[in-house]
């Protein structure tokens, strides 16, 4: 498949500038994917300089993902993310040089509480995950209470750390969350449509608190973007086998739009059956998460749909892979592991998460000249800033992480086997965030009619 170049490329970066930006380690560089930018010469240093004072015990970290069933088209995107960071933190000489990572992958399941009290009660140092919404909500007070990192890979409900946990220490989130990537597509709408254009909007979304989380604040969005009345709301459950009562109401009212945070198999459901019944002939879908079957979703499918997804802070095609260094490595390691047709979104959280843990210790390390505490990681993660193949991500004062979001038109492509996003726009995480202190829904109220 031939695509197309962009000026987003490293071209008159010097070696030592990229270093001096990428955090200057081994572990940095190679998380952010620019090791093969550095000569043998001009190589990154291998971590802080401790004195001594970092032990070559391996680190034991624990991830909570879906690794089977519906879930796992989430799931094992993230534990392969998370596997290769590790496996580029090893070969860069483990954490300052010298503690490799073993990490220990657990299914997130119907006991998620208990299995991440396993990890505490087995000693590890950090853990990530987890992908439901419900489980972040489950666990959260349980790692402030344990006293032990975790980074979130996903998990995004708005409500996490406005509610549950308001003044978080130890939980941190790297993906982002409901609100950016919703507000994303309240944007993404109103700059393909236009505003005027839209007067009524629908919604199918999950029957659980991410959907009804996403339903919220889409809603509360496009009121304030458009003019807009909400004419049907549904919320069919997990693996529903049908959903023409949702369609069948979508078709009597021809909304303009159509939102929706449906996932995994249940886009495939959806979209099939919509197709197969004219949906597309009477409104415009737009998704925050429908990308995430990109690898499952087939051709058929998505002939003659008119669907824009949004991709979170990751798009493997942006910039393009022919003259990006960084993507084109990341995207050939990725679909060469098992369970990844494409990286998606999802992809990106695990390796994400691992990558914002992993720079700021090794930064901790820079200062301290030894091992950081957990109380020291933490502090270093608040408004920590790093970087990966997809950019620049920053975890805010308020433990929640931000980078660009992106969404475009989803298409199947034949050459890669599994559907893409064309014609893709950018937003910014200012357009899309409150920021830090603020509620999203106080922040969307502040916004002028």
């Known amino acids: 498949?031939?695509?197309?170049?962009?000026?987003?490329?490293?071209?008159?970066?010097?070696?030592?500038?990229?270093?001096?930006?990428?955090?200057?380690?081994?572990?940095a560089a190679a998380l952010a994917g620019c090791s093969t930018l550095l000569s043998d010469s001009d190589t990154?240093?291998?971590g802080g300089q401790s004195g001594g004072g970092i032990s070559e015990e391996p680190?034991?970290?624990?991830?909570?993902?879906?690794?089977?069933g519906a879930p796992g088209v989430l799931g094992i995107q993230a534990q392969r993310g998370a596997e290769l960071a590790v496996q580029r933190i090893n070969e860069a000489g483990g954490i300052g040089g010298q503690r490799e990572i073993e990490l220990d992958v657990v299914n997130e399941g119907s006991n998620p509480l208990d299995s991440y009290n396993q990890f505490i009660e087995e000693g590890k140092e950090v853990t990530f995950g987890p992908i439901s919404s419900g489980t972040h909500s489950q666990i959260a007070p349980e790692v402030e209470k344990n006293e032990v990192i975790n980074v979130g890979t996903d998990g995004t409900v708005t409500t996490l750390y406005e509610e549950t946990v308001t003044d978080p220490t130890y939980s941190f989130r790297f993906q982002n969350y409901d609100i950016m990537e919703v507000?994303?597509?309240?944007?993404?709408?109103?700059?393909?449509?236009?505003?005027?254009?839209?007067s009524t909007v629908a919604g199918v979304n999950p029957g659980y608190s991410f959907g009804e989380d996403e339903m919220r604040v889409f809603t509360q969005a496009i009121q304030k973007l458009t003019d807009a009345e909400i004419v049907y709301e549904g919320f069919p459950e997990l693996g529903a086998s049908d959903m023409s009562n949702h369609i069948t109401s979508i078709n009597n009212e021809e909304p303009?739009?159509?939102?929706?945070?449906?996932?995994?198999?249940?886009?495939?459901?959806?979209?099939?059956?919509?197709?197969?019944?004219?949906?597309?002939?009477?409104?415009?879908?737009?998704?925050?998460?429908?990308?995430?079957?990109?690898?499952?979703?087939?051709?058929?499918?998505?002939?003659?749909?008119?669907?824009?997804?949004?991709?979170?802070?990751?798009?493997?095609?942006?910039?393009?892979?022919?003259n990006w260094q960084p993507g084109r490595e990341l995207f050939d390691a990725a679909t060469q592991q098992d369970g990844v047709t494409v990286p998606t979104a999802h992809y990106m959280s695990g390796y994400g998460a691992v990558t914002a843990w992993a720079t700021a210790v090794e930064k901790a390390i820079d200062l301290l000249g030894t091992y950081p505490s957990q109380e020291q990681i933490a502090q270093v993660l608040e408004g920590h800033g790093f970087f990966t193949p997809a950019g620049y991500h920053n975890i805010a004062e308020d433990h929640q992480g931000a980078s660009n979001s992106f969404a475009g038109q989803m298409v199947y492509d034949d050459d890669l086997g599994a559907a893409r996003l064309e014609d893709v726009n950018t937003y910014a995480a200012t357009e899309t965030a409150p920021p830090p202190g603020v509620t999203g829904s106080d922040w969307l109220d502040s916004w002028s009619a």
């Open 256 to 322: 303009d739009v159509t939102f929706s945070s449906l996932w995994g198999g249940d886009v495939t459901t959806f979209v099939r059956q919509a197709n197969a019944n004219d949906m597309f002939e009477n409104t415009t879908v737009f998704g925050t998460t429908l990308y995430s079957a990109a690898g499952d979703v087939p051709g058929d499918a998505l002939a003659g749909t008119d669907i824009y997804s949004g991709s979170r802070n990751y798009y493997w095609g942006l910039p393009a892979l022919g």
């Open 183 to 198: 507000v994303t597509m309240a944007r993404e709408a109103v700059e393909r449509i236009g505003a005027d254009n839209i």
């Open 1 to 27: 498949m031939k695509r197309t170049t962009t000026d987003h490329d490293s071209e008159g970066i010097g070696r030592r500038q990229l270093l001096s930006a990428i955090g200057g380690s081994a572990v």
């Open 44 to 46: 990154a240093d291998q």
């Open 59 to 68: 680190i034991q970290a624990g991830l909570l993902t879906f690794t089977r």
